[in-house]
Structures are given as C-alpha cells and as structure tokens.
C-alpha cells in the first residue's frame, strides 16, 4: 500500500496528479472525452484523507475539503480511501469499484464515522447545461445545481431553491435526501440564490442559506455535512464547485453563543454587548471567572465594560463580530493600565487520535513565550510538542495526541535567561473535545500568571 505519512505542518499541501489519463479539468472546456470526478472529505472526525484510484494517491484533504475536478479514461476502477492511525501511517478505510462512463461526472464522498466510513458516489451529467452553454443562437448562462445529504443517519430533508430575490414559496424543489442520498441535477440560470431546508413534507422552512453565488457555467454540488455549532439541527450546507474551493453556508436561522472570560486579578466586572437588534447584560463577572454561556443573534456588536464596584468605565464600544453557528468567549485583560477585551472562537469539531490545543497570551509584559507539553518521559528540552514565539494578544494553536501532558510556559529574555512563566499538573487531552487556554498575570499564583481552561 502506498504510504502517504502527512506531517502537521501539510495539511494544507496539495499532492496534484499528473499522469497519461488523468488531469485537472476546466470548466472551459465543454467537449466530453471523459469521464471526471471529485473527492470531498464530510467524515467530521476524520484524520487527512486521500482518495487513490487505480493505485494512484491524489491530494490528501481534510474535513470540508474538496479536491479539484479531474479527468479519467472510461473503463472500470477500483477505488479506495486513505486515512491515518494514531502514528500518522497510512491506512487504508475503505475500497469499490467504480464504472467511469463518458458524459458521466462523479464526486466521491466519505462521510459518517471515520472509524466506519461510508463511501457515496454521487453520479451526474451536465451534458444539458454545456449545450446550452455552447448554443450560439442563443446568449445562455446556465449552471446546474444538485444535493446530498451527509450529515446524520436517520436524517432526512427536502431541498428548494430560488433567486435571491424571491421568497420561499417561489421555490424550486430539489427533491427529498436521506442520509447517504442526493438529487437529480437541475439546470438554473447563473446568479443569486437561496437554498431552504424542510422536514420532509413540510412548509415550514428551517434552514436558510445567506446569499449563493452560482455565477460560473459549473455543476454546484450542495452538501448537507454535520457541524457542531449551537444550531439545533448541527449541519451546515457546503457548495463545491470544480475547484479545489469550498464555500460554507451556515443557517441564517443559527445564533452564535457567547460568554465572557474576567481576566483581571482585582475586580468585578459588568459587561454590555449591543447591536442594532439587541443588548444583553452580563453583570458582577468575577476574576479569573467565566459566564455562562448566552446566545445572540449574528451581528456586530459594540461591547463595553464597567467596574462592579463603582460603575466606572473600562472600555466601550469595541467592535465584535459574532457569526452564526459559531462559539466565542470574549476575553477582558489589561495592557499597563488600560483594560480591554478580545473574542477568541472554539473550534467544536472532534478528532479521533489529537486535540487541537489553542494557547492565547494576555500577559503585556511578557513576549516570545513557548509552551511545552511534556510527557512523563519527556523534559523541556526533549518535549516533543511545542509552540513557539507567542507575543502578547497572539494565539497559536497545535494538534496534540491524546494523553497525559504538564503544560509548562517558558520566557526567553534577550539575553538567554529563561523563565519559567507556569507549569500546569498532569492534564489529560481526550477526544471529547479541543483546549483553548488563556494565560492572564495572577498575583496569587506562585508563577505569577494562570493559565485557564475556557
């Protein structure tokens, strides 16, 4: 088996083929010698990914990744799936055999558990829409639209769509999909659009998609995939076009969730988020606290703080942004005398063999700081996870895998002196969920600093 042993720092690298055969396809040219296909990865829990056909190893993707559109000789072929174990060897999660017809497109699918993948081959022809593309008699731009439904077993919705500048009840039906299902294409002029989401057999719309761009001459693969936002129905739509680019619609009927971390060491705080459409209050915020979460509509807001005790002003209206579908914690700290407030978002997407470990530094005076996750065998020096020169306000992040770790944070001065900033007990990284830590001055700790778990 071919191996394909990702490191981290490759996740975003792309492996393009190129062989007698076998090529990336433009949607400029419109004569079918071939047949083509796509590969997108919706196994949320999924290591990297690689589609292989015929013993050739495209580009590894991760989740909510596409690969480009390729071309392929007609005949039979077998077709596998590639992930990752625990020691980033590649292993292979599934195979099929796959016909490959001219006029024929394919977008290959994982999706489900990446422990037990599925594989769904989505078939389609766009002969239509090039014809009409390619009719000189008449000025046509035409695109074509079909969806799947990926996102959880036993979940099943009726698909419509419409111009942007229509309602619901002008909508076009795309079909009912159940899990592991997907609709017959259809040809629509190029432009702006909507896509709603019902129960089957439902009026009653819930989910709406912000403004869609189908402005090329493409077939527009619509996926239904799970998300893990504070939605009820947690999945979002995804648009692949023939490109490596994938464009996420989240519910226009999703809120964000929200709520505030105290980063001062010596008082209370009362905090004011507003926007236009709402205000919500969260008062009498301890230090090294955090709220309860609330939820808010997407929007910017202008938040500000005041002090508990006294009502004095700390800061206003700095500009937040909250998306839909999204978690954020707002953060309050303190440069020199000035107090101010940053949003970081959670990443809720779960992992099977790592965590996604965020560290953010809120310390004013301190700069160039590295975090050492060390093992039981391990020391600083031979720690094998790491970050690197994190100044004040910034975040880095790193996939850890599982397991028992202490946290130790580390000043280099100019001049080589080391300080030690912290050093956590033992701390356990599971794939229950991801980390984000905040590092904040705290003049009760013996480091001086405290490092918490929001």
Known sequence: MLNFKLSRLMLGSVLLASFVGCSSDSDEDTTTQYSYFQYYNASANSTLTALVLDDYTYSGIDFADAIPRYSYSEGSSEVSILGLDEDGN????????????????????????????????????????????????????????????????????????????????????????????????????????????????????????????????????????????????????????????????????????????????????????????????????????????????????????????????????????????????LIVYSEDDTVKTMAVSHDLRPRPYESLVAITNLVDVADNLAVYFVRDSETIETAQYQMTDIDFEEQQSELIPHGDYDISIVKTDDNGTQTLMYQSESFEFNGDSNYQFILVPDSTSSFGHRLTLL
Do not use: C, W
């Not at 799947?148 to 099943?156: F, I, L, P, Y």
């Open 90 to 329: 590649s292993v292979e999660l599934l195979e099929a055999d796959t016909q490959f017809d001219l006029d024929t497109e394919h977008l290959f699918v994982l999706y489900g558990d990446f422990h037990t993948p599925q594989l769904l081959d989505l078939q389609f022809n766009r002969e239509d829409m090039d014809d009409l593309n390619d009719d000189e008699d008449n000025d046509y731009s035409k695109m074509q639209v079909l969806i799947a439904n990926v996102s959880a077993e036993d979940s099943s919705y009726d698909a419509y769509i419409s111009l942007a500048t229509q309602s619901f009840t002008e909508a076009t039906a795309l079909g009912n999909v159940g899990y592991g299902e997907y609709s017959q294409e259809q040809v629509f002029d190029t432009g702006e659009y909507l896509i709603y989401l019902t129960e089957p057999g439902s009026s009653e719309v819930i989910y709406t998609t912000s403004i869609m761009g189908l402005t090329d001459n493409t077939a527009y693969k619509m996926l239904i995939r799970p998300s893990f936002g504070v939605g009820e129905l947690k999945l979002v739509i995804d648009s692949v076009d023939s490109t490596t680019t994938v464009q996420s619609y989240p519910a226009l009927e999703s809120l964000a969730s929200i709520n505030i971390y105290n980063g001062l060491d010596s008082q209370d705080v009362d905090i004011q988020i507003a926007s236009q459409q709402e205000t919500q209050f969260v008062y009498d915020i301890q230090p090294f606290s955090l709220s309860e979460f609330q939820n808010m509509g997407y929007n910017d807001y202008a938040v500000s703080g005041v002090s508990s005790a006294d009502d004095s002003s700390l800061f206003d209206n700095v500009l937040v942004t909250f998306n839909q579908d999204e978690v954020y914690t």
